[in-house]
């Protein structure tokens, strides 16, 4: 791949709080930056990321009364763009991180030359959480339904929760909305739980906690927000009604990474490996947001990353001869 005048100095791909921090940082650095933000009828690429799935946002600084998650993200889009950032709304296909200026094509992955080429590239892709299936979940997401207990617990004091999960993020969620709620009911599959031994005790010990054992859910109920679920034993089949006022689904995430399968390292969970900041393997390539954190998971803490990223590749191209 040949150096060419039309070789951006950055490329950002995805349009979460992580990547539009980045662009703002990028752009105000004067280096150009092109945001590639997703399709609209993606979920998985959803331009604005998961912020664009969630009502009201009441934990991002400056905003004490708080701002609903779509116009959170509509404003660090308008930010992105006020100075300087180009975006288009596509979805990436394939990527060649071999050798800079790295490729990054749109349409038809095979194609052989890529639509843009970038002297860096910073990746934003996020990640999903895994949801049940069901198709009450699309319509219910934000209305009593939730996949961040941190997010959300605060809106359910005093209601009766459930759980979906097993695992350790599980009973983190089911103890952490124990602050708020008058009950949580930890829903799960089989009759023990997968989490650590610690946080099984812990939630044993909490009088607030109850468990559904060999459980699956088979409908959510509910109008304008959730009002119920219908659950079914796993071994007879037999359903039965749990009321309830709020759902957290909590039976993981997957990052959006299939793109640098085999170019980017990635950690055993799947998630991009950095180090240094936002440093991958590759010289030249960052990575911020939840595509790299599966630990905290915020939009304020993937906004942080993306200033991070932008700051790291400014750094680079500055030590590679300027931009």
Not at 159 to 171: E, F, K, N, Q, T
Request: glycine share 12%; hydrophobic share 40%.
């Amino acid at each position: 791949m040949s150096e060419s005048s039309d070789v951006r100095n950055v490329i950002i791909i995805g349009s979460g709080p992580a990547g539009l921090t980045a662009a703002i940082y990028t752009a105000r650095a004067n280096l150009e930056p092109l945001l590639i933000e997703g399709e609209l009828s993606s979920t998985s690429d959803q331009p604005g990321g998961q912020l664009m799935l969630t009502t009201e946002v009441e934990n991002f600084p400056g905003w004490p009364d708080g701002i609903m998650g779509p116009e959170l993200m509509g404003r660090f889009r308008e930010q992105a763009l006020r100075f300087g950032t180009e975006v288009l709304t596509n979805k990436v296909s394939r990527v060649d991180l071999s050798s800079s200026p790295f490729g990054v094509w749109i349409g038809d992955p095979t194609a052989p030359e890529p639509t843009h080429r970038a002297k860096s590239v910073i990746v934003s892709t996020g990640a999903q959480s895994l949801m049940l299936g069901l198709p009450e979940e699309a319509r219910l997401l934000g209305h009593g339904l939730s996949t961040c207990a941190t997010c959300d617990g605060f809106f359910f004091r005093d209601h009766d929760i459930a759980v979906v999960g097993g695992g350790d993020s599980a009973l983190e969620e089911a103890l952490f909305l124990t602050k708020f709620a008058k009950t949580v009911t930890i829903i799960h599959r089989r009759d023990e739980l997968r989490a650590s031994k610690i946080m099984q005790d812990r939630a044993f010990a909490n009088e607030k906690i109850r468990f559904e054992w060999n459980s699956g859910v088979s409908a959510i109920h509910g109008e304008q927000t959730v009002s119920g679920m219908t659950l079914v034993d796993t071994i007879t089949g037999v359903e039965r009604e749990l009321p309830v006022t709020g759902i957290f689904v909590a039976i993981g995430h997957r990052p959006n990474t299939d793109l640098f399968v085999g170019q980017l390292d990635l950690e055993d969970n799947g998630y991009l490996l950095t180090h240094a900041g936002s440093h991958t393997n590759v010289e030249g390539v960052f990575a911020c947001g939840d595509v790299q954190d599966h630990v905290y998971r915020q939009a304020i803490t993937a906004a942080g990353s993306g200033c991070m990223a932008a700051i790291d590749a400014e750094r680079w191209l500055e030590s590679q001869g300027g931009h």
